[in-house]
């Protein structure tokens, strides 16, 4: 049963060289397109399809959501072989570990709602969420490709900078929301009802997106946004700066582990002239 769980294991991760390369090329390739798929059959049920068609996909949609049961069954079986948790004495200890992993909840999530309406009677709104969430299986990619899982680790290491810059972003958001409240609310009484309206100017204002939906009028309103939106300018820029530099250096991290792995490691030397040569 242990070697069993153990080719298993070798087959559903991410393919490498070894004598299940194929195998795990082919699970990868499946449950790529699987997802694909998936995001596609949520897009089509939005049309106003005949029954047939409607139909048709729902059982595809079945049969997606039981494979990828499968699949997430199948991974924490296989728990235990991960490197952090092969030091667990315990299956059920590596299993709960895993289960805890973000993609382990990405894997939940994109069953969950095929599941949940079975168990729970829920409304026709309910349901529309349910499908949302299956939207959410697109970042089982994550899994099998090295670009995105790039950005997952830039992400992470780079979370304590993105998390300071998103704090303040949100405390100007605040702040500008309240101050065009203040200004702007005599004058608008029906436009900026409460600080609520001001914030979802701010956000149109910071982002530079500008819907126009909500403007200022007076005077004092309009110089309180041109200097918000000056702000927005450098300010959003600040994560999506922090982020770029991290894939700059998550980069050369990946050059500079290809060079070390192309240089040689073991030689021999020329019995006549002592000169090192490569093995």
Known sequence: ??????????????????SFAFASWVFDATI??????????????????PSSWVGVIQWIEAVISVIFTI??????????????????????????????????????????????PMIFPCNLLAIRIFRLL?????????????????????????????????????L????????????E???????FKNAFSGLWWAIATLTTVGYGDIYPVTTV?????AVIALLGIGMVAIPTGIISSGLIEQMKKGHSKDNEDEKPTDYVFCPHCGKRLRD
């Not at 790529?32 to 399809?49: H, M, R």
């Not at 570990?97 to 990405?106: F, N, P």
């Not at 609310?185 to 436009?191: E, G, I, K, L, S």
Request: aromatic letters at 10%.
């Open 172 to 183: 100007m958001l605040i702040v500008s929301s309240l101050v065009i409240y203040a200004v």
């Open 32 to 49: 790529t397109v699987l997802v694909l798929l998936s995001v596609i059959c949520v897009f089509a049920i939005t049309f106003d399809l």
């Open 1 to 18: 049963m242990h070697k069993v769980r153990e080719i298993i294991f070798k087959v559903i991760q991410p393919a490498t060289k070894d």
């Open 221 to 225: 309103g309009r110089m309180v946004g």
């Open 185 to 191: 609310h005599d004058a608008q009484p029906d436009v």
């Open 71 to 116: 699949e997430y069954v199948l991974r924490l079986l296989t728990a235990d072989f991960l490197d952090q948790n092969k030091g667990e004495k315990h299956m059920w200890r590596a299993v709960l570990r895993y289960m805890r992993s973000g993609m382990a909840l990405v894997d939940l999530v994109a069953i969950l709602p095929f599941y949940l």
């Open 134 to 170: 299956r939207l959410l299986r697109i970042f089982k990619l994550n899994r099998y490709f090295a670009s995105l899982a790039a950005i997952g680790q830039v992400i992470r290491g780079k979370s304590r900078e993105l998390l300071g810059s998103l704090f303040f972003v949100g």
